[in-house]
């Protein structure tokens, strides 16, 4: 059979089209060019091009006279012209086209026609059209920017005031708030505006919000034209507040007509009479538009709605917070001392209530912020992503996790960006790790590349601190039990960034959430914070005095005929009914209302006397509800059963994609849902209403429901692993189990092994029941690899099991032996398991595609280096690298390569294998490949290491480990590149850090069991207790070595002794014979051979040492390996100065000092090779080089101990390494 043809040649690189110019001419002037430079524009050069932005082409002689109106024309045309010449030269082609008319060119872009994200970012400020210049020396210039600002302003008031109404439309009360209280702030006599906000506050169920927000209009129109708010705007008042209509906070109580008939002078408190006259008209002109209820409509609200409804309305959002003021206390108490705030309860006893409550007081004047009392509002909650709210120097940014939030990582972080940045509409406007984020949960993941979740953390960090940057920021995170664990793993490390930066303003936090639901992540976090970093507020449920005060409150707000009877002593023995009947918590004392309320009213105690033997005993407030849904009608039923299935993707279009009904007649359904205090717009009211929704859905038809809500998602970007979970649920198991691979995939991306290991656990389970064996086989295998990246053994056992039954397709077979081969020889090095992975290679291009067959050749090369089999391993890796020429990298690819770069370091082919590890990182890096840029970073590292670089090498190492921490979560996990850093820092005589960092991992690898990984470090740790000159403290290091699988740390365990002995003044040598039958079981055997060999010259005859080490010498130097060259040409000058040859010692010296010169001294201790070279030029009367040496070496060692060497090893470091006391005695010999 003929090879595949190759594939065609890429298509040569198209030119990079030029970035198109921006201009920005709000506040400061700046143009930002094609090379990206930002140039501040100059005050004429800013208005000549303001006006060809806003009124377009423009002709010469009409720019000229509006920008140099004293000049002649013709010398104004001049300036013109050079002016133009001017702008090209500095900022670029690009910008201004035409010769006459001027206009700017096409590409061009500017911020004086905002697009709608960019009306809702501006929304806080006025347009500031060339703000930051005054334009006083000419007229029409000026007139034409103030009637363009005007212009404007009046758009911007419009397009921020349609995006209100669209984001109220859809149910995004947070935005909607955010973008009308954000005009109001601009334009504080916008009557309209004002009545907008405050109905949507109301209707949010923040009162004291919409009451503030009266307060400081009030305040603003008496301050400018000394009038109050208009009639209708005061009965709005009454109405939210309770009250009888009461009279404006100015001066008289007739509003604005009042003011019309004032004089200019008697307006004086504003600036000018003109500004007051003004400031009139456009207030009556306002009014005019305001649409006028008279007062028996307010008055008959109850007829209007119906008293149900009224009631309903009044226990789904009473009008006072009652029994919380010492918790709000307690929460401020805790805020006050910069620690994150944590509510805890059970559900439903009001814990989103007292988060409301407390941003509203966030938001409220600082002067009342400890004034919160029992009497304030009591809000339902807040939207599931609430826009910063504003007051003064305070802001609160409020967010909500919900059921389903699980099946998305970084839900969460998604929904704080977006509560945090609301102007920023799309994912293309966000910053690149949010955007790939926001890719992955819309379910377009090939759009994204992976996201890191430490720059996913500083990018959120950076959007908070903008935030605070000039109010100080309080963000309140409700029901986080319901948070996915990605989210909940990124939060610890974003609570404690703000402590860690050290900004004068960091984020304040509250979270609340369920006191038996704490995730492990947050209860991990809080036994490390609590109590200096944070502080927990439990949540109890209300006593009998404080059911009283709610009774008295929803007495006083009832309409006639539905209240309760308000006499004390009804109201004490209603209260102690209900505390009795509920345990005093607050949704379950509601629900008891609302069900008395249809068992005859509210009237009396006899009521609930009466139906307290129906209701359900204490604590059963689900069937408390289960009860109130099985009373609804049945449109409202299947309503309601269809948003518990949908749950947060629930929303007008997927209700009527579902029911197969026309929007319109829903609207009685979802009337009656709402008026039953169910459902809330879009949303339940309370979460154990959903829970008692869902376990109400009919077994029967729920099936039917859950596969056309899959199918409405499917076209509507909902998230894959919910769409799964819906496919799975109809019993659709083949489309669930490509949708669960889906999710699987794409969840990769974020990094987040965990989820996707149970996604694809999913995946395989529902191809088992679709009868598709090849598809499970597809779905283990990526379950292997998933566990293989998290470390997981026994779950890479499981899945190579189970892979093992699924041998009866080409692919399943081909997958099977793979697994086997990778896991078999991982765990055993044998030829058996190599054995599996070489046989799979020819099925693999055909059945799994080239880049598969490269990571198998990646993986034998790999093995048979490993069994010391050098020139099989290199054929290996030469067929492999052949591949890697010409295929585009994915896991497989990188993978490969990888191997066959570590393949050439074991080989002793360290350059070749430094410039294929550099271009493994290129790779990873470009494709966002982070887990495999860290790890090919490390490998990187021990090349250069072995190339004489080691600070280069520490530095990689040190940025690799950084980068797999941060993919572990901040986790540093114990790692065979710990021993690479602590080698290098004892190279760089780093011996504190080198020694804590083993330390640390010898305590962790003996917990965790790992055998391998304890031995060497504690290896490590004797080498460094040898460098303090503490070889007793080595020996404690010898034993277990010699117990492990691995040879390797026998043999250098067997090293270390004999350096022990020598010390000691013993012999070496048989331990040194050991180590040497032990060379051909290890990897890289010739460089263990030139380290033994190295010791065996210590105790050689001269001669014999020194024709020794020149045989490894010139073998290490052929390889360029500077790690064994370095160490063996010191041990050799040792030798011929013991044969007396000095004048060859001195050669060698002088070879050796000057390879130090760009090579770092290594393997030995350091300051060997100073002593070695010290004697060397002694001997042959070289007085001024040995001078040198000695200097040099005498300040490093000074240096070391000072710096970092442990103060407890600080004299035995000078005084008992054999090395120092040498030199130091040679330093008294030395004339000053």
């Known amino acids: 059979m003929a090879p595949p043809a ?53 002709a010469r002689a009409e720019l000229a006279a509006l920008l140099w109106p004293a000049a002649t024309p013709a010398q104004a045309r001049s300036h013109l012209r050079q002016r133009l010449s001017r702008l090209r030269r500095r900022i670029g082609a690009g910008l201004v086209d035409g010769a006459d008319p001027v206009g700017l060119e096409a590409g061009c872009r500017h911020d004086l026609e905002p697009t709608a994200p960019e009306a809702a970012a501006a929304a806080t400020s006025p347009p500031g059209l060339l703000s930051a210049y005054d334009y006083d020396d000419c007229a029409t210039l000026r007139a034409w920017i103030a009637r363009r600002a005007e212009a404007m302003a009046a758009r911007q008031r419009q397009v921020a005031a349609d995006l ?60 400018m034209i000394g009038a109050q708010p208009g009639a209708a705007t005061r009965r709005l008042l009454a109405e939210i507040a309770g009250t009888e209509a009461e009279p404006g906070e100015g001066p008289g109580d007739d509003g604005i007509g009042g003011a019309r008939a004032r004089t200019a002078g008697q307006a004086g408190q504003v600036r000018t009479a003109k500004q007051a006259k003004q400031a009139k008209q456009a207030i009556e002109a306002r009014e005019a538009t305001v649409p006028q209820r008279t007062d028996a409509s307010l008055d008959t609200t109850a007829g209007a709605l119906g008293t149900d409804a009224v009631v309903s309305l009044a226990l789904m959002r009473p009008p006072q917070l009652v029994g919380r003021a010492v918790d709000l206390a307690a929460l401020q108490e805790v805020l006050r001392g910069e620690r994150v705030a944590v509510l805890m309860g059970e559900p439903g006893v009001g814990k ?35 826009a910063p709210r504003a007051h003064g120097d305070r802001q609160s940014l409020q967010v909500q996790c919900r059921p389903g939030d699980d099946a998305v990582p970084y839900a969460l972080v998604l929904r704080l960006a977006r509560a945090v940045s609301p102007a920023l509409a799309g994912a293309d406007q ?49 029901d986080l039990q319901f948070a996915d664990l990605a989210s909940l793993e990124l939060l610890p490390l974003l609570l404690d960034e703000g402590r860690q930066r050290n900004t004068g303003t960091p984020p304040r936090w509250v979270l609340a959430l369920r006191t038996a639901e704490v995730p492990a992540t947050v209860q991990g976090w809080l036994q490390r914070a609590v109590p200096h970093d944070a502080g927990v507020v439990h949540l109890p449920p209300l006593d009998a005095a404080q059911v009283r005060q709610l009774l008295a409150s929803l007495a006083a707000c009832l309409p006639p005929g539905a209240a ?84 947060q993707d629930f929303g007008v279009e997927l209700a009527a994609f579902v029911l197969e009904r026309h929007t319109v007649d829903l609207a009685d359904a979802w009337h009656e849902l709402e008026s039953a205090s169910v459902m809330d717009g879009a949303r339940f009211a309370h979460d154990l209403i959903a829970e008692a929704a869902r376990h109400a859905v009919p077994a029967a038809q729920a099936p039917h429901w859950h596969a056309r809500i899959a199918e409405h998602l499917v076209g509507h970007g909902g998230a894959p692993a919910r769409i799964a979970g819906h496919w799975r649920a109809a019993g659709r198991f083949a489309e669930a189990g490509d949708t669960f691979a889906t999710a699987a995939a794409a969840i990769r991306k974020l990094l987040r092994q965990y989820e996707e290991a149970e996604l694809l656990e999913a995946a395989a389970d529902c191809h088992a029941r679709a009868g598709r064996p090849e598809a499970v086989a597809e779905d283990l295998f990526n379950l292997f690899l998933a566990q293989w990246s998290r470390k997981q053994r026994q779950g890479m056992r499981d899945a190579e099991q189970r892979l093992q039954a699924l041998r009866e397709t080409p692919r399943g077979a081909l997958l099977a032996d793979i697994a086997r081969g990778t896991l078999g020889f991982d765990e055993r090095a044998d030829e058996a398991s190599l054995a599996l992975l070489i046989g799979a290679q020819e099925a693999a291009p055909r059945l799994a595609g080239e880049n598969m067959l490269l990571w198998l050749l990646g993986w034998e090369a790999s093995c048979w280096s490993l069994l010391n089999e050098p020139e099989r391993a290199l054929r290996a890796a030469e067929r492999g690298a052949a591949i890697g020429e010409v295929r585009t990298f994915d896991y497989f690819a990188t993978g490969g390569l990888l191997m066959i770069a570590g393949t050439h370091e074991v080989c002793a082919q360290v350059r070749k294998a430094r410039d294929l590890l550099r271009k493994v990182v290129q790779v990873s890096r470009a494709a ?41 979560g901040g986790r540093a996990e114990p790692h065979t590149t710990d021993f690479y850093q602590s080698r290098y820092w004892r190279d760089q005589g780093r011996y504190a850090e080198a020694m804590a960092l083993m330390a640390e991992n010898h305590r962790r690898t003996e917990q965790g069991g790992e055998v391998n990984l304890h031995a060497i470090c504690g290896h490590e740790l004797a080498l460094s207790y040898v460098a303090l000159g503490q070889p007793e403290r080595a020996r404690a290091y010898l034993d277990k070595p010699r117990q492990v699988p691995k040879k390797q740390a026998h043999l250098e365990s067997l090293v270390l002794e004999a350096e022990l002995e020598r010390l000691a003044g013993r012999a070496g040598t048989p331990a040194l014979q050991a180590a040497l039958a032990l060379v051909p079981r290890c990897p890289r055997p010739e460089r263990h051979r030139w380290r033994i060999e190295l010791e065996l010259a210590r105790e050689m005859d001269p001669a014999a040492a020194v024709a020794l080490l020149e045989r490894s010498l010139h073998a290490a130097e052929a390889l360029e390996i500077w790690s064994a060259a370095g160490p063996l040409r010191v041990v050799c000058i040792q030798a011929r100065l013991r044969a007396g040859d000095t004048a060859a010692a001195a050669r060698e010296a002088h070879v050796l000092r000057e390879r130090l010169r760009t090579l770092a001294p290594m393997t030995l201790y350091p300051l060997e090779y100073a002593l070695t070279l010290w004697r060397a030029f002694d001997a042959a009367g070289e007085a001024e080089a040995a001078g040198e040496v000695a200097a040099q070496a005498l300040a490093w060692m000074d240096r070391v101990a000072r710096e970092h060497v442990p103060a407890e090893f600080r004299q035995s470091f000078l005084e008992r390494n054999p090395v120092n006391r040498q030199l130091r005695a040679l330093a008294q010999r030395q004339p000053a």
């Open 6 to 58: 190759p594939p065609p040649p890429p298509p040569p690189p198209l030119a990079a089209p030029r970035a198109p110019l921006r201009l920005a001419l709000r506040g400061t002037p700046t143009c930002t060019g094609a090379d990206g430079r930002q140039h501040v524009l100059e005050r004429k050069d800013a208005a000549l091009l303001a006006k060809l932005a806003l009124d377009g082409p423009t």
């Open 164 to 223: 209100a109404a669209t984001a109220e439309e859809r149910g995004d009360a947070g935005t909607a708030r955010w973008l009308r209280e954000a005009a109001l702030a601009a334009d504080p006599l916008d009557e309209p505006a004002l009545l907008a906000l405050m109905r949507l506050h109301h209707r949010c169920g923040d009162r004291a919000a919409a009451l503030a927000a009266y307060r400081r209009h009030a305040a603003a129109l008496h301050e």
């Open 352 to 386: 989103s209530r007292v988060l409301a409550a407390l941003a509203a007081m966030e938001q409220a004047d600082p002067s009342t912020f400890t004034a919160f009392n029992d009497s304030t509002q009591r809000a339902p909650g807040f939207p599931l992503e609430a």
């Open 430 to 478: 966000w910053p690149p790790e949010l955007a790939r984020l926001a890719a992955v949960a819309d379910g377009r993941e090939s759009a994204a590349a992976p996201v890191h979740p430490l720059r996913l953390r500083d990018t959120l960090w950076r959007l908070l601190d903008a935030a605070a940057s000039s109010r100080r920021l309080t963000v309140l995170v409700d």
């Open 564 to 647: 309760m009877d308000g006499s004390d002593a009804a109201l004490a023995d209603s209260s102690r009914r209900l505390h009795r009947h509920t345990g005093g918590n607050p949704l379950f004392l509601l629900q008891t209302l609302l069900e008395m309320q249809r068992h005859g009213g509210l009237e009396s105690a006899a009521v609930l006397q009466q139906a307290g033997a129906r209701l359900p005993a204490s604590g059963k407030v689900r069937d408390l509800l289960a009860r109130r849904l099985a009373q609804l009608g049945a449109p409202a039923a299947e309503l309601l059963h269809v948003a518990a299935l949908a749950g």
């Open 928 to 968: 966002g490949d982070y887990a495999y840029e860290n790890d090919s970073t490390c490998h990187l590292s021990l090349s250069e290491y072995h190339l004489g670089h080691v600070d280069v090498a520490s530095e990689l190492l040190q940025a690799g480990r950084r980068g797999l921490a941060e993919l572990n």
